[in-house]
């Protein structure tokens, strides 16, 4: 939209680049072209705003296959007017001179032109496609029927109007047909990843019986070493008890030996000592056979008294002591020990 402004009665239009402006005062073409600034009384103004950049004109309707589904198709239409003058003069492109509205809808006029012209060509199109071709080359076939239908208009050069390009973005049936159609592919998908999930399965039950062979294996193995181990303990344990049996042999009969050395030595000296008493005790009776029986009797006395306790004093009277004395062979006064 034109940028208005108003000085002393005046006004002042500056439009943008992709506007053309058209100018009449008074019935005649004062100015003409895009990106114009002028200024204007609005009392003698007649303006008009044509937009000449590309625009984009979204649009969706319904059609009806040749099997009578009903679809709806989504097209994108891209123009531009390429002739102001004759857009203008058979489209009201008017603005107000005050507020640079429009007084009319030409964008609308134009919108309604090429949706009713593309629609006609698509219907033309889906009436003879089945359902399931228009949704696997309908696209395509809609999209160069449309360009070629759009471009063979006649009310479009004639509007001054050119078709930059056509895009149909979609035709989709109706919701319950559409999932009736995705059962089977939906079906076939699933049955696939059935079949993976059944062979996962069974890759993963062979891999566990390869496991468990592999561990049977390995037990076997094990049982196998282990019986070989205590084999080999057996035979360690018996080597060991034999080694030990002649160790003790061997010990024993060191031992046995050194016995009756120490037997033979003891013995012998028994003998020796024996000996040394036997003639120890011979010279202690030929002595004491040659010594006469007072001193005898003195020597067991001395002997009794050795073995006897401690005594201090002992007092005896004077018919003891003679007695005594007269025993060993010895008479005297009374003696105080």
């Given amino acids: 939209m034109a940028d208005i402004t108003r000085r002393l ?3 002042h239009l500056r439009s943008a680049p992709t506007a053309h402006i058209r100018h009449h005062r008074r019935g005649r073409l004062a100015h003409d072209g895009p990106g114009l600034s002028f200024w204007y009384r609005s009392l003698s103004a007649a303006l008009s705003e044509v937009p000449v950049n590309d625009r984009e004109l979204a649009m969706a309707f319904h059609a009806r296959t040749s099997d009578f589904q009903d679809v709806t198709v989504q097209a994108t239409v891209t123009y531009r007017i390429s002739a102001p003058a004759e857009a203008a003069a058979r489209l009201d492109f008017s603005i107000d001179p005050d507020t640079g509205a429009w007084r009319g809808a030409p964008l609308e006029q134009i919108a309604t032109l090429l949706t009713e012209t593309a629609q006609q060509h698509t219907l033309d199109v889906l009436a003879r ?23 063979t208009e006649p009310r479009l050069p004639a509007t001054g109007i050119d078709v930059v390009a056509v895009r149909v ?7 319950e047909v559409e999932r009736a159609l995705r059962t089977p592919a939906r079906e076939q998908i699933q049955q696939e990843a059935d079949r993976a999930t059944y062979e996962r399965r069974a890759v993963a039950v062979e891999r566990e019986r390869a496991i468990a062979e592999n561990e049977l294996a ?11 181990l205590v ?8 080597r060991e008890a034999e080694e030990h049996a002649a160790a003790d042999g061997v010990r024993a009969e060191a031992e046995a030996a050194r016995t009756v050395r120490l037997a033979r030595a003891e013995a012998e000296a ?16 030929r ?12 020597l067991a006395a001395t002997r009794l008294a050795e073995n006897l306790p401690r005594i201090d004093s002992l007092t005896l009277s004077p018919d003891v002591l003679t007695g005594l004395l007269s025993k060993l062979g010895t008479t005297g006064p009374e003696h105080r020990v």
Avoid at 218 to 228: K, M, P, V
Avoid at 231 to 238: I, K
């Fill in 270 to 285: 028994a003998r020796e000592v024996g000996a040394a008493r036997a003639d120890s005790q011979a010279a202690w009776l």
């Fill in 287 to 298: 002595v004491h056979g040659e010594v006469d029986a007072a001193t005898l009797h003195a």
């Fill in 169 to 175: 973005v979609a035709i989709r049936p109706e919701a």
């Fill in 231 to 238: 084999e080999q303990r057996g035979t360690n344990t018996r």
């Fill in 9 to 11: 009665g005046w006004r």
């Fill in 129 to 151: 496609t089945a359902l399931a071709a228009a949704l696997v080359d309908g696209v395509a076939a809609v999209r160069e029927r449309v360009t070629a239908g759009l471009a």
């Fill in 218 to 228: 390995s037990q076997i193995e094990l049982a196998r070493r282990e019986e070989q």
